[in-house]
């Protein structure tokens, strides 16, 4: 490509700019202790700052401690959680990403087994290995499924205080360092409980109507961007579609998108589903970049930038969703899994960087001569 891929073309987002559009999804690893970020995290983290990533999410972090939904979870409800996160934030910007954080609450889809254990609610046999359940709070006492934990309904005199550790933890993360937050509303945790007519049927001021069951999404909202410095970059992620009947829909995201961005949400991250089981896309068979059209959508009406994700896989077709006007931000997570340097190949397939500039010192001079020395080698991402 002659011109400057738009995917490589830094983005200034209030006083943060990225180096590129290439954003790392928040990825739950669920190998925490009591909520704190080890070396694994380090590691893990750290190679997609490495691999040339403009913003690099760390996973899901709950803000209270009731708000995980496995005991791997990450966590943000004490201030000794900050030194573990800020050793990951300050590796991740030495590498010249940014870090985001992710605020989450789990709901009723908490007192969760590690995906390795079954993925199911914690039984018997997690208690024996030292997992015990704790009482989970959702909107309405709704389960996932059968045989699933009931969840309490949060009485409206505890929200306010609900709120607010969603604010505290805005303020630990700023702690640790952190140059973006994004607050969890999908995939069925406490907030999208609250969104979706599915999961609430309360007949408070925050059920009822799309604007009441908005209403807890949009004071967490308010509290943390309140908490959170004017010129740091907040994001929202949301399910766009429930995927479910009567569940909430793209006409919703678009009236809760305009709402987020006058409350000063930069960036509205759009995924889907997860209303019900434990899965965190819409049922049915998923196509590359099945959630673009909501991205689209909803920058074009709510007229906010959007961050889209899903089975985006090829750095041309990433650069097409941005060409097209589709998106601000791409979101990848498990292809980085596969290649965590998945930005750095994207520069070369997309003509920018043909002798390995763009890598690491550590790395670039490497390859560098294995390229040069032996007419073999194929990139693992070709065009």
Request: overall charge negative.
């Amino acid at each position: 490509m002659h011109e400057r891929p738009l995917l490589l073309t830094p983005l200034q987002i209030r006083a943060l700019t990225l180096r590129n559009r290439i954003v790392i999804s928040p990825m739950c690893q669920y190998s925490a202790e009591e909520g704190m970020l080890s070396d694994w995290h380090v590691a893990h983290l750290g190679q997609f700052a490495m691999g040339g990533a403009g913003l690099v999410f760390t996973e899901a972090s709950a803000v209270e401690r009731r708000g995980r939904i496995t005991h791997g979870d990450a966590g943000l409800w004490s201030d000794g959680h900050i030194e573990p996160f800020r050793r990951v934030v300050n590796f991740i910007k030495s590498q010249g990403a940014a870090a985001g954080i992710q605020l989450a609450h789990a709901g009723r889809k908490a007192s969760m087994q590690r995906p390795w254990h079954g993925n199911a609610p914690l039984n018997r046999t997690d208690a024996e290995r030292g997992d015990e359940p704790w009482e989970i709070v959702g909107a309405s006492p709704i389960p996932v499924d059968e045989g699933w934990l009931v969840p309490r309904e949060i009485p409206t005199g505890e929200l306010p205080a609900l709120i607010e550790t969603f604010a505290d933890a805005a303020g630990r993360a700023l702690a640790a360092g952190a140059d973006v937050i994004e607050i969890h509303g999908a995939h069925g945790y406490l907030i999208a409980s609250f969104l979706s007519p599915v999961t609430n049927r309360r007949s408070d001021r925050y059920g009822g109507d799309r604007q009441g069951r908005m209403r807890f999404a949009l004071e967490i909202t308010e509290a943390v961007r309140g908490a959170w410095p004017d010129d740091k970059p907040l994001f929202f992620r949301i399910s766009a579609i429930d995927g479910a009947e009567n569940g909430w829909n793209l006409d919703d995201s678009v009236a809760l998108a305009r709402a987020l961005r006058a409350l000063g949400v930069d960036v509205v991250d759009c995924s889907s589903g997860g209303i019900a089981g434990a899965a965190t896309a819409a049922a049915g068979k998923r196509q590359p970049g099945f959630q673009v059209p909501f991205a689209d959508r909803i920058r074009r009406e709510a007229e906010v930038m959007t961050q889209a994700v899903g089975l985006i896989t090829h750095p041309l077709q990433a650069e097409a969703i941005l060409r097209e006007d589709r998106a601000d931000l791409i979101a990848i997570g498990r292809e980085a899994l596969e290649y965590p340097h998945w930005p750095l190949h994207a520069a070369e397939v997309l003509g920018s960087d043909a002798g390995y500039r763009a890598w690491p010192k550590q790395y670039g001079w490497w390859l560098e001569r294995r390229a040069a020395s032996s007419e073999f080698y194929r990139p693992p991402i070709e065009e």
